[in-house]
């Protein structure tokens, strides 16, 4: 009802603001005997950590994931995954002056609208850093999906586009740079033009493509909950997301979301 | 979970086969003391209707609505609103020779693969006339809805597209012409285009936008079940949408289907 | 969200109201390539009928199930199952003078608060004649769950109660005799109980007991979904339910529902 | 689906083992702007608190629960709510001995049987630990329900019950004794015999009533979402419950249930 919960089978519900104690989930129904690796787990919440680099936010974030149950000798026991996520950049500093200062193009006034209130210490429960959550979910489902293959990359920034279909690039340079673009002189291209955008105060959109290969057939279910149509659902509910578009080829699935 | 219901508090579950004795639904949580226009449903219906003009599908399908609880003296009363639309053309001709064929981009082998069987003397459930039963819910919801404006229509076929921003548009002649879009030249010219696509047996693809006026603020819920990504996921789990796209404006909301 | 739904894998969704058009349902999540017997639903139906016995009540019900969808062939095909009972007995009655009268120990009154209004030629969606479409369901998940045995029958009117255990009678007998107590010397005296209630033109609760066979171990989810709190509130939203016990013994599950 | 969600508007996921590192959950749709009283919270936890009287289980828990987020500033934000209760005795004794062994009357095999393995240092997730999670959604929920009264108390211990009707009780002494029985004299008598069956090592079972008053008009839902059917199930899903009776009077509902 209230938003914060995505998935039937393997469900995750969420919680949690930017400048709260912390943030979290529960993940219900990821199956039992499962071997998992929780430090693949941090690996890819390090992965997402703002200001890696210096072509993005600077901001900083420390996610250090704590699991608290569903998890036995290392194998998951079919009960659920609790996990917590604490923020550690809770200053106790004076915000009273952005109290009523609605950022543009942030949520700050929707929320006000609809709650009446909201936790205007930062984004609280509208910051990207909520996806820190999904991360913690996504990666556990994909070890246990490992018998498909999963690769994003950043396929455009601005109008500069990869010219090359997925067939014709090596993914697994994608992690070589920056800019996660596996084709290095776009990548190049790409991150020379983010840097002249920073330098100008100003940032710029992009698009992001997965390949996902091995689906099995059948796999998602028919009318309104296909496969193409809980992925759109899911990524144009990140931040940020404007657009989704999915292709079928007989070697792997394509799905694009840009921002 | 089997993908047959859409939406929370206003709920729609769907049933039936191209080729069964019905198709219909049942939408649960339509608020009470609704004074309801069922003839207006009807006319949402008919302009469903493929075989309408010489551009599309000659397809015939007679789609009359019955409405069999819900509704008492005009008004909703707040329970479940049950509807079928009887199928006509159920003859019984021999299918046989196709029972074992899957045509070529639809969910026939998809549907073989994961139940084992299926209704093999059409689309079965993986009809587009499934969209039928949507249409009766929609056009319940856009009554109910009466202070938004919807104004959707045809922005591309194929490559040509309307280079007009919707603002600049008359949406009030959009159902002038068959193929629905509010530009007379352009319109003229995406018709004679699949005119001449017809001619060498092939279809084309197109965009379809939608201007939603007077969205209140705060509709929809925060993180997974955002406004957009809930008209996101409807839209991409309509058959042959390939991609969504929105964008918010001050003066209403933008979405954008492809297929 | 609206109450109108039962289930989660095999799901429930009904409609209808008393003195509507029809009744009926979706069932979403049946199994494809069950072997289904359509003439032992309408039998089962049969068996719920009123007036069947000059001990209940006299009111006339004639519940014929068309089914729309799902099936195909004899066969289950994972799809929906859309049916409906049309309501016979919709008679064009003068009913103003009932309108604003609220029977005792009924819905209506409470209907007209949460709704505003409500179809005042009878219970409305009130009625116990819901529980039809819930005799379509069962019937069907009855089938596919063929392994196990279901025993129900009426283990006490008013102070008249069965005094041996389930493993101590016959129940084969049970539909034997009018009131389904699986003990002839018993039901004789519920029987000739009832009548004399009847007579005063009274009526009697009672309690019914239902023994559950060859329950997988397992069955059911934990914590809140437990079997047996699923049954409860299945029993419970059974219209004049008052209670509900459950005991599991290695030979069978027993559970009971007191009205 | 897995268990371990209850409830729509106002909806509780809970998570965590017995001997885990901490239980705890998720209150998502808990409304905006409700003034909250934490420490209320925790003081419902500690009535739940095992070991606080002789004649009941000596196991000792410490409950202190921590809230994550939704709360800003003494007020509920609209977003989830979410919260954890380290467990503090998670010792690390060798359990190897009863690794195999199934306690009689607990969910060990049934865990077993169904996931593949188990948490065997205890209960795990089927211990009645569980309920201090719900402990912490209900207090919520009482603070937001704060126009309605909720009294419950022992109304039976074996075979010695209450014999005055609610009405006739003086519900505010329940709290004075350990049996929390609201008659003095039947509370002695309660105590009295517990002492003795515990002496022979054996335990015994009960009656809980509740008495909520002011219940408004129309809450709930209707058909298989009954206001009684939701609280049946939650009751029932209450480790060691076997039954659930309701009766409404004019003055308040009356819930009760046997274990």
Known sequence: MAGNT?????????????????????????PAGLKIDLEAVQRDLDRRKPGQSSIVTQRKESDLVEFYSGVFEGTTTGTPIGFAIHNTNQKSKDYSHIKDSYRPSHA???????????????????????????????????????????????????????????????LEVTETNPVRCPDPDTADRMIEFIKAVRKEGDTVGGVISCVIGNVPVGLGEPVFDKLHAQLGKAMLSVNAVKGFEWHKQWDGHLFQGSF
């Open 6 to 30: 995505f998935g039937t089978i393997f469900r995750l519900t969420t919680f949690g603001e930017s400048h709260g104690v912390a943030i979290g989930g529960v993940i219900d129904g990821c």
């Open 108 to 170: 700050d006034y929707v929320y006000d609208q609809k709650y009446g209130l909201r936790d205007y210490r930062g984004g609280g429960r509208s910051s990207a850093r909520e996806t820190a959550s999904r991360v913690v979910a996504g990666s556990i489902a994909k070890q246990f999906l490992s018998g498909l293959s999963f690769n994003a990359y950043v396929s455009q920034v601005g109008d500069i586009a990869l010219d090359k279909n997925y067939q014709d690039l090596k």
